[in-house]
């Protein structure tokens, strides 16, 4: 074979493996990423700006991870779950929300978030069992009748796998939840090679198959319990289409708020006092109603 014939193959070949050394450095830098998010330090300024009673607690799940928590006790019967997104914390704005009118509130930081304890975040799978924690903690409270939750992105994801299996979650409100992980990871990482192989290396390091992180596969199992779905189209953070997904998928009685423009999380912001009415309507006609 001619020299220059060699040269040429040989740089393809050099090129080639640098490409390929790049898209898996690429692939694991991400999934690294992915399985240690940000800690945020949960300030509580919110909760003591509008002077709401809580109290520090711990959660033990199941699988011996402690969680950082805050409880404020209810005043009519009903305590509210809160699990917040990835990367984020709990959310004091939630917690004042409902406590204001007189929920019970129960938020915590999920593991490997804000104080709690754990190494990893599986985004939604081992996350069940921070859900069942707190789960059992509220109903173990004096004077508490019913159980609702709200969930947040990947909260949201977590909750409706967790209420498709807890009946004692008796109302869920979903904002910006992901359909399945896989959706979201393509989503977030729409380039085929590295998408494949950042999966592929995210159910290693984890130790499942991503398809079990699927909650539209599931939140048909929560009727005849009511699940309320919020999300909005120009979202960039989850599918835009996810909301409308887990809807369908669901089964009666099940609601959906669809706003145009809003970011990721962020419909709350377009209109405080109407998100406020909808979120505190759906947990009093479900659980307050229904003593």
Same mark, same amino acid.
């Not at 707190?134 to 004077?143: K, N, S, T, V, Y």
């Given at each position: 074979m001619n020299w220059k014939w060699r040269s040429w193959f040989r740089w393809i070949g050099n090129v080639s493996a640098l490409l390929l050394l790049s898209a898996v450095l690429l692939a694991f830098a991400e999934v690294n990423n992915v399985l240690h998010p940000p800690r945020i330090i949960p300030p509580g300024n919110t909760l003591r700006k509008h002077h709401i009673d809580y109290q520090p607690v711990e959660l033990i799940t199941e699988d011996g991870i402690r969680l950082s928590a805050w409880y404020t006790p209810p005043r009519e019967g009903a305590v509210i779950l809160l699990a917040h997104g990835y990367g984020d914390n709990r959310p004091e704005w939630v917690h004042v929300m409902l406590a204001k009118k007189g929920y019970g509130v129960?938020?915590?930081?999920? =593991? /490997? &978030?804000? #104080?709690?304890?754990? %190494?990893?975040?599986?985004?939604? !799978?081992? %996350?069940?069992?921070? @859900?069942? /924690? $707190?789960? #059992? !903690? $509220? =109903? /173990?409270?004096?004077? @508490?009748? &019913?159980v609702g939750a709200w969930g947040g992105s990947m909260g949201g994801a977590t909750l409706i796998r967790a209420a498709a299996h807890y009946p004692e979650i008796e109302a869920l409100f979903v904002d910006s939840s992901f359909a399945s992980l896989e959706d979201e990871l393509r989503f977030l990482a729409p380039y085929p090679f590295v998408d494949s192989l950042t999966r592929f290396i995210v159910s290693a390091r984890i130790g499942i198959d991503l398809e079990e992180v699927n909650p539209m596969d599931e939140i048909g199992s929560i009727s005849p319990r009511p699940v309320y779905i919020v999300h909005s189209q120009a979202d960039r953070v989850a599918p835009p289409d996810a909301g409308e997904r887990l809807y369908n998928a669901a089964r009666e009685p099940r609601f959906l708020w669809l706003e145009q423009d809003a970011a990721h999380l962020a419909i709350y912001l377009e209109n405080p006092r109407r998100y406020q009415r909808r979120l505190v309507d759906f947990f009093d006609e479900w659980l307050l109603q229904s003593q």
């Open positions: 129960l938020s915590w930081d999920a =593991r /490997a &978030h804000g #104080e709690s304890g754990g %190494e990893i975040s599986t985004v939604g !799978f081992m %996350e069940v069992l921070d @859900v069942k /924690a $707190a789960l #059992e !903690f $509220a =109903r /173990a409270q004096p004077g @508490v009748e &019913h």
